[in-house]
């Protein structure tokens, strides 16, 4: 009978070991047979092939919890990219790329140390059309004077929790390399530090939100984003929309993308627009660009999707045009 109690209170501490601490093995895969065109002033190529992350990037990774009691956690995440068509990692030689964090969260929020995305990428992220998926035409347009970085090293990250639909994070990446330029040593010159924050709304149907990011310059004026944008969702369709504007040396970037998405059952479909126009500071444009996406998903299960998409988008004072489309399958697990 003793004995018997003994098994019965080791099985219980297991359990309750168990139940404190976890660590979840999770990831995504995402390829597909697509045809990918660029031309300039009428003459172009055009490559059709078995292409990795058509809708979304491939990813692998492990994430963990600890609770340490009284509220107050301990939490890591490991993430790496990688490529279905030929099983290569996404970035050679940077084996947890996408993410790779360890911190704590309680009643005061959460912290992050390590390589995160920024506050800004979050926002951006969250109100983007067609899902934030690869086949949103907004990050080829508004990338029109050369696009903001949506992952820093040596970050530093905080998110608050939500209190009635409000919640705001901050991160602060440490460039580490003030005066070395290469391997001269230079006095005077500033480390990369990248700064970002957002403030939102997010309750029912809606969510609105304020972003900013800025790049500090080794030498030179900073680069700087700032972003206004919302998601409304009426049930039967749901609306996106941002406003950024982009401010560096000697130019300032104006753009703005709009999208639909609408349920038919276990199909979404899905429509977005993007525009991006670049000005030095006398208002000439420098570039332009224009493009819009198509997308169709199919829910096989909870965890396959079958998808359609088609993207365009062209630099007007160029003549460049480019365009993908692609079917596949995407299953995470």
Known sequence: MKKNLIVLALLAAAGAASAQSSVTLYGRVDAGVGSFKDSIGGDGVTRTKLQSNILNNSLWGFKGTEDLGNGLKANFVLEAGMNMDDGTASVAGQTFNRKATVGLSGNFGTVELGRNYTAYDSLRGATNNTADTNMAVTGDVWAVGGDYANRTNNSVRFDSNTYSGFSGAVAYAFGENKDLNGTTYTPGRDSTDTLSLHVKYANGP????????????????????????????????KLSAGYNKADRAGSEDQEYQVGVSAPFGATTVYFGYANGKQENTAGVTLEERSGFDLAATYALSKRTTAYAGYKSYEVKNSSKEATAFGVGVRHVF
């Open 206 to 237: 809606v969510l609105v939100g304020y972003a900013h990011q800025a790049l500090q310059a080794a030498t030179g004026t900073d680069t700087k984003y700032n972003l206004v944008a919302g998601t409304y969702d009426f049930g039967v369709a």
